[in-house]
């Protein structure tokens, strides 16, 4: 993979993607339901929250969240529904190159 940063790239060759629940140093992957109360002790952006809990509760989110292990920092996060679409993404880093980055995680998501 090339992002276009090593980093980054080393940790996709480390621990690759995940598309099941479950997580690492590199992802977490957690599936949601519609108003789930786990959303409000997760620290998720207002946006993704706010889906969350307007959402039915037979409906079925996965959030998907990146860090940067090296920097104990969090890199992205993702909201997808049950068809693969992403609904909302976030990018944390502000740096031209990490956004960059993250729009090639995004399509490998």
Known sequence: MNTGLKTIDNLIER????VGEGHDAFQQV???????????????PFCFYQIIAN????????LHQF???HRKA???S??????????????Y???SKYVKACKKLQSLV
């Open 67 to 69: 860090y940067l292990p």
């Open 30 to 44: 957690l599936d949601l339901y519609g108003g789930d109360s786990r959303a409000t002790t997760m620290k998720l």
């Open 93 to 95: 880093q502000r740096d």
């Open 78 to 91: 993702f909201l997808i529904d049950e068809n693969g679409q992403i609904i909302e993404q976030v990018y």
């Open 15 to 18: 621990f690759g993607i995940s």
């Open 74 to 76: 969090r890199l992205a």
């Open 55 to 62: 959402l039915p509760v037979s409906r079925r989110l996965s």
